[in-house]
């Protein structure tokens, strides 16, 4: 890889390493609008006798956003489709290792060019659908498929790129920082 190719590669990697870190503080915020929106509803229903009638659409709308955003992260880090008996066997074999790479590739993508094309589908006719508690358009929780697809893709394409090109790969979100 030249100067140049090294250069743009480092680039997207740094530019692919903010978008994932925005994807984690989204997906957390979510995360905790849904527990906070459950856990308040519950204190209000059991203390004031009062039931809060749009926590379900919140915790709703945060869970699907939660699920899609860190679907997203799974595969940035691999964490979906890696057991350890491919990773032993890609470490024997360069040529299995090239095979699956390409296969989780293809899966990858094809699943996230789902996700897209389905997902503006389904937003354009969850649009028309108003949330009767919240009061806002169904489709604002359907936004996340075509944006979780793009990160999809995005994400594997670094991924592959990283393996192809020889680069030091991520580490996995399971395994540990610390030698044994």
């Not at 204190?43 to 006798?49: G, K, L, S, T």
């Not at 649009?127 to 949330?131: A, E």
């Given at each position: 890889m030249n100067a140049l190719s090294k250069n743009a590669f480092s680039a997207a990697v740094r530019?692919?390493?903010?978008?994932?870190?925005c994807v984690m503080v989204l997906a957390c915020a979510c995360f905790l609008v849904m527990n906070l929106s459950v856990i308040g509803n519950v204190?209000?229903?059991?203390?004031?006798?009062y039931n809060v009638i749009w926590s379900s659409d919140v915790a709703?709308?945060?869970?699907?956003?939660?699920?899609?955003?860190?679907?997203?992260?799974?595969?940035?880090?691999?964490?979906?489709?890696?057991t350890e008996?491919?990773?032993?066997?890609?470490?024997?074999?360069?040529?299995?290792?090239?095979?699956?790479?390409?296969?989780?590739?293809?899966?990858?993508?094809?699943?996230?060019?789902f996700l897209m094309f389905s997902g503006f589908g389904f937003v354009e006719q969850s649009?028309?659908?108003?949330?009767f508690t919240l009061g806002i358009p169904?489709?604002?929780?359907?936004?996340?498929?075509?944006?979780s697809g793009v990160l999809f893709i995005v994400?594997?394409?670094?991924?592959?790129?990283?393996?192809?090109?020889?680069?030091?790969?991520?580490p996995r979100e399971n395994e540990s920082k610390m030698p044994d």
């Open positions: 530019l692919n390493e903010v978008v994932a870190w204190i209000a229903r059991e203390v004031f006798r709703l709308f945060s869970f699907v956003w939660t699920t899609m955003l860190s679907a997203a992260l799974g595969v940035r880090h691999q964490a979906h489709f890696v008996i491919v990773d032993g066997m890609i470490a024997r074999s360069r040529s299995i290792g090239v095979f699956v790479e390409l296969l989780v590739l293809t899966v990858v993508v094809a699943v996230g060019l649009m028309l659908s108003i949330s169904v489709g604002y929780i359907a936004v996340i498929l075509p944006l994400f594997q394409l670094e991924h592959s790129a990283r393996y192809f090109l020889r680069c030091p790969a991520l």
